[in-house]
């Protein structure tokens, strides 16, 4: 599975748009990006994942470059219940469901 | 529908003695899995399972033993805890197969201090 880069942390304004970056240089032709999130003490939870295709749903957009070779995960208003670690993860969907969580992005929100 | 339920949700264990984590689905997943997180670090994966009957290891199992006699179920068993095993687990399921990406859920986790 490819590697991820991702920020160690950020901060957001309430209400705002929140763009997490990562960046998925090694990536091959069938692997796809996945976020998770994990907040506080919580297990982690799916957002929403993308192969080269901008993709949206209720949560979030994932918006993928040409190349592949970064993404960026949009929280459109963020509130604070999203204040949590985000996850980009890079693997192919198969028969193989092992997850390879990194350290991720800890991404506060402030009022 | 319970989703993903571990129990108990915080355990203390002296060295040497062992004890089994539960983890129960009540969603007919096929693939089950736990995996353990330390302090600042991102999940580790212990063993999982892509059906009753099989199970297989993940990227730290040592120490741990799984069993996976039903769909439902799937304990993870520490033989003899030791302090490195002090962490917060998670147990997820997926429903396997298809040929669409299946999220993955997540149990609310079991805090283990071993002392």
């Known amino acids: 599975d490819a590697k991820t880069t991702q920020p160690p942390s950020m901060d957001c304004a309430e209400g705002r748009a929140a763009n997490l970056p990562c960046n998925h240089s090694?990536?091959?032709?069938?692997?796809?990006v996945y976020w998770y999130r994990q907040i506080h003490s919580q297990g982690p939870q799916y957002i929403i994942h993308?192969?080269?295709n901008n993709e949206t749903n209720e949560m979030a957009s994932l918006i993928i470059t040409e190349d592949r070779k970064s993404s960026t995960l949009i929280l459109p208003h963020a509130t604070l219940r999203d204040t949590a670690v985000y996850y980009c993860?890079?693997?192919?969907?198969?028969?193989?469901?092992?997850?390879?969580f990194g350290a991720g992005t800890t991404v506060t929100v402030r009022a | 529908n319970a989703g993903v339920t571990q129990t108990p949700k915080f355990q203390v264990l002296k060295t040497g003695q062992s004890m089994t984590l539960q983890c129960a689905q009540d969603?007919?997943?096929?693939?089950m899995s736990w995996y353990r997180q330390d302090p600042g670090m991102g999940l580790r994966l212990i063993h999982y399972?892509?059906?009753?009957?099989?199970?297989d290891q993940g990227e730290v199992p040592n120490g741990y033993n799984v069993s996976r006699s039903t769909t439902e179920d799937f304990p993870l068993r520490l033989l003899s805890a030791a302090p490195s095993q002090t962490s917060v687990y998670f147990c997820?399921?997926?429903?396997?197969?298809?040929?669409?990406?299946?999220?993955?859920?997540f149990g609310p986790g079991t805090r283990l201090t071993v002392l």
């Open positions: 993860i890079v693997r192919v969907a198969s028969n193989d469901y092992k997850l390879s």
């Open positions: 090694t990536i091959s032709g069938n692997e796809y």
């Open positions: 993308g192969l080269k």
């Open positions: 969603m007919n997943h096929e693939y």
């Open positions: 399972s892509v059906g009753a009957g099989i199970t």
């Open positions: 997820a399921t997926t429903l396997a197969g298809g040929s669409s990406y299946n999220e993955q859920f």
